[in-house]
């Protein structure tokens, strides 16, 4: 999830089906700027985390990031890190409605930084099924 206007529209979309609260994460940019996602310190961040209580079709469980890619797995790791900070900044502001459990980052050329980073989910299919033609 990557706007306080999404998360509406899928809050939406699950009342009318009539479905039980569904979890997201929210999309953090931690510094890609090819990369979608909201800025740490954006007003539009601000936005949706004050408004996850209004949202009771939706669970926002998290958050979750894709960095740079680079051959060294360490080059994700300030990336990582950036966003383990802007978790702890966010569950230490105790909004309602919010968990904050999830921190999703990490693929399977990096997810061992992103484990030793704090990651909670990481995305591992090619280190499962192999590279995609």
């Known amino acids: 999830m990557d706007s306080l206007r999404l998360a509406q529209r899928v809050n939406a979309a699950v009342e009318r089906a009539g ?3 569904i979890p ?3 999309e953090i940019n931690t510094g890609d700027p090819a990369k979608a ?3 740490p310190d954006s007003p539009e961040l601000e936005q949706l985390l004050a408004s996850a209580e209004l949202l009771p ?3 926002i469980q998290g958050l ?5 890619f680079s ?3 360490e080059g994700a790791r300030p990336y990582f890190r950036r966003l383990r900070h802007l978790k702890d900044m966010i569950v230490g502001r105790r909004f309602s409605g919010l968990e904050m459990k999830v921190l999703s980052m990490g693929m399977s050329h990096d997810f061992e930084v992103a484990i030793e980073e704090g990651s909670t989910c990481v995305r591992i299919g090619t280190a499962i099924f192999g590279e995609r033609n």
């Open 57 to 59: 079709h939706i669970r």
């Open 19 to 21: 479905r039980d609260p």
């Open 71 to 73: 051959e060294d797995p």
């Open 24 to 26: 997201i994460t929210i």
């Open 64 to 68: 979750m990031t894709l960095p740079p």
């Open 37 to 39: 996602g909201l800025v």
